[in-house]
């Protein structure tokens, strides 16, 4: 027979994980409302800079662009956008896999990585070179050095592609791991991202706007993916903490139900033992 001190004293550590849990689930909720907030707030810009980049890039048809033109570098270069905590299920591990079945016709030695975020260091490292790690900043401190890094790494023919890697954040039930493609950039694409009907003048040219232009266009690319990702981070955590927060519940019932059973089994065999001492007595 179980002992039911102990039992109780089960039953009340579940209960404070059960407690930890639901509050990292509250903070989660707060912080994917927060995290979707920021995206909203930087759409107007981002929308200019499609609109300023797609003008530029007609105007501009048949110019000689370095950041339109493929690498002559054997090299492609990603940047993994990871977590810096656990406790957020499978969205590391599926980010990763997405990284492996993507990279899969790319030797090692030719992956480099630049890596935001502590969980993708380790995983950069083992499956390529790490050419720098930003996990000690924050997302938002590091968007302009990782800018400026994979620009000259790009310029300097040392890798002919770059592409970003993070968790697409699609609702609060799901998040998609996506590899989006930063350079060279493809005019079609640039092209197609704005239709509307303003028409602008540039000065002086519509080429030298358009190369100081491009360099925004990649800050607000990258931009959304960092917020993305950590909405993506936090709306995971809630979903993982509802989940622990349900499975301590239930097993704080389970144990209840067998606390009683052990006590009314004591109580029962009490009783028995009073019943054989009358009847020996008399």
């Known amino acids: 027979m179980e002992n039911p001190r102990l039992i109780r004293?089960?039953?009340?550590?579940?209960?404070?994980?059960?407690?930890?849990?639901?509050?990292?689930?509250?903070?989660?909720?707060?912080?994917?409302?927060?995290?979707?907030?920021?995206?909203?707030?930087?759409?107007?810009?981002?929308?200019?800079?499609?609109?300023?980049?797609?003008?530029?890039s007609g105007k501009a048809e048949g110019e000689k662009i370095d950041l339109f033109e493929r690498g002559k570098g054997k090299k492609k270069l990603y940047v993994l956008v990871s977590t810096n905590r656990g406790l957020c299920g499978s969205l590391n591990?599926?980010?990763?896999?997405?990284?492996?079945?993507?990279?899969?016709?790319?030797?090692?030695?030719?992956?480099?990585?630049?890596?935001?975020?502590?969980?993708?260091?380790?995983?950069?490292?083992?499956n390529g070179q790490l050419l720098a790690d930003f996990s000690d900043l924050t997302k938002e401190a590091c968007l302009s050095a990782v800018i400026s890094l994979v620009l000259d790494e790009f310029r300097k023919d040392t890798v002919c592609e770059v592409y970003v890697i993070y968790s697409d954040f699609i609702n609060a039930l799901m998040q998609k791991p996506t590899l989006k493609k930063l350079l060279?950039?493809?005019?079609?694409?640039?092209?197609?991202?704005?239709?509307?009907?303003?028409?602008?003048?540039?000065?002086?040219?519509?080429?030298?706007?358009?190369?100081?232009?491009?360099?925004?266009?990649?800050?607000?690319?990258?931009?959304?993916?960092?917020?993305?990702?950590?909405?993506s981070e936090h709306s995971?955590?809630?979903?993982?903490?509802k989940s622990a927060s349900e499975n301590a519940q239930n097993l704080s019932q389970a144990l209840t139900l067998v606390y009683n059973e052990v006590r009314q089994q004591a109580i029962t065999d009490e009783i028995a033992d009073v019943t054989r001492a009358m009847e020996v007595m008399s």
């Not at 980010?95 to 992956?111: G, I, M, S, Y």
């Open 9 to 56: 004293k089960r039953i009340q550590s579940v209960k404070n994980i059960r407690k930890i849990t639901k509050a990292l689930e509250m903070v989660s909720a707060s912080k994917v409302r927060s995290s979707q907030s920021k995206a909203k707030a930087g759409k107007p810009y981002a929308m200019k800079v499609y609109e300023l980049v797609s003008q530029l």
């Open 93 to 126: 591990t599926n980010l990763f896999r997405k990284v492996l079945a993507d990279t899969n016709d790319t030797a090692k030695e030719e992956r480099l990585f630049i890596t935001v975020g502590k969980k993708s260091r380790s995983f950069a490292i083992l």
């Open 184 to 231: 060279p950039v493809s005019r079609d694409n640039v092209a197609s991202q704005y239709a509307g009907s303003l028409v602008y003048l540039f000065e002086p040219g519509a080429k030298q706007v358009l190369e100081t232009m491009l360099p925004f266009y990649l800050e607000v690319q990258l931009r959304e993916a960092f917020l993305e990702s950590e909405a």
């Open 236 to 241: 995971a955590r809630m979903l993982a903490m």
